[in-house]
T-cell receptor, first 112, second 118 residues
Framework: GENVEQHPSTLSVQEGDSAVIKCTYS??????FPWYKQELGKRPQLIID?????GEKKDQRIAVTLNKTAKHFSLHITETQPEDSAVYFC???????????FGIGTKLQVIP | GAVVSQHPSWVICKSGTSVKIECRSL??????MFWYRQFPKQSLMLMAT?????????EQGVEKDKFLINHASLTLSTLTVTSAHPEDSSFYIC??????????????FGPGTRLTVL
C-alpha cells in the first residue's frame, strides 16, 4: 500500500518568514496530493491540492510543488502569520473515490 | 462548499456499551465515505471505506465485528463501536467525496466525534 512520509514533525518560524513542509510517497500510481490544515480538536480543512499532471500550484501565500519522478511534494507558506499556526497534513491518493493516506503531520508554530 | 456533519460531536460511555456515530453529507450525495480515527497528536488513520449499499472495506488490523459500518443511503453512513473499551477512546472523523459528474478527488471531512470510554 501507499506510504507517505512527512517532515519535519514540528516547525517554528518567525512571523513573516516562510515555512516549508516536505513529503514523499511510495506508490507511483498516486495522482492526487491534498494538503490539510487541522486546528486543535477540529476537522482537517483542505487548503490546497495538486494533481500529477501539474508540477506547481499557487494560491495566494500557499504553494505546492510536485516532483513525480522523485515522488516528492512540498508545501510552501510565505509571509507566515500567527493564524497559520496549526498541524498540517500531506496526503496521497489515487483519486476517484480512492482512500487517502496521510503523513504524520507537521505542527507549525508562527511566532509573533 | 460541500458540508459533512457528524453526530454526536462528543460522547462519554461506560466500558462494554455500544456507541453509534453518524456521518451525513448535507448538500451532496456520497457513494463512498471514509472513517478515520485520530489519537492525540497523531495522524488520521483510515479504518474503513464505506460504500453505499454494500459491505464496508476494512483496513488491516481493524476488527469489522467491533467497528460496524452501515451506509444505507447516499447521504448517511454510521459507525458503531461495539462493546467499547477505554482503548477505543479516540477522535473519530468521517469524510466523503461528492458523487456523480466525475470525481473531483476532494474529500470533505466531518467535524469529528470525540469518544471517551470510561
Amino acid at each position: 500500500g501507499e506510504n507517505v512520509e512527512q517532515h519535519p514533525s514540528t516547525l517554528s518560524v518567525q512571523e513573516g518568514d516562510s515555512a516549508v513542509i516536505k513529503c514523499t510517497y511510495s506508490d507511483s500510481a498516486s495522482n492526487y496530493f491534498p494538503w490539510y490544515k487541522q486546528e486543535l480538536g477540529k476537522r482537517p480543512q483542505l487548503i490546497i491540492d495538486i494533481r500529477s499532471n501539474v508540477g506547481e500550484k499557487k494560491d495566494q501565500r500557499i504553494a505546492v510543488t510536485l516532483n513525480k519522478t522523485a515522488k516528492h511534494f512540498s508545501l510552501h507558506i510565505t509571509e507566515t502569520q500567527p493564524e497559520d499556526s496549526a498541524v498540517y497534513f500531506c496526503a496521497a491518493s489515487k483519486g476517484g473515490y480512492q482512500k487517502v493516506t496521510f503523513g504524520i503531520g507537521t505542527k507549525l508554530q508562527v511566532i509573533p | 462548499g460541500a458540508v459533512v456533519s457528524q453526530h454526536p460531536s462528543w460522547v462519554i460511555c461506560k466500558s462494554g456499551t455500544s456507541v453509534k456515530i453518524e456521518c451525513r453529507s448535507l448538500d451532496f450525495q456520497a457513494t463512498t465515505m471514509f472513517w478515520y480515527r485520530q489519537f492525540p497528536k497523531q495522524s488520521l488513520m483510515l479504518m474503513a471505506t464505506s460504500n453505499e449499499g454494500s459491505k464496508a472495506t476494512y483496513e488491516q488490523g481493524v476488527e469489522k465485528d467491533k467497528f460496524l459500518i452501515n451506509h444505507a443511503s447516499l447521504t448517511l453512513s454510521t459507525l458503531t463501536v461495539t462493546s467499547a473499551h477505554p482503548e477505543d477512546s479516540s477522535f473519530y472523523i468521517c469524510s466523503a467525496e461528492r458523487a456523480g459528474g466525475g470525481s473531483t478527488d476532494t474529500q470533505y471531512f466531518g467535524p469529528g466525534t470525540r469518544l471517551t470510554v470510561l
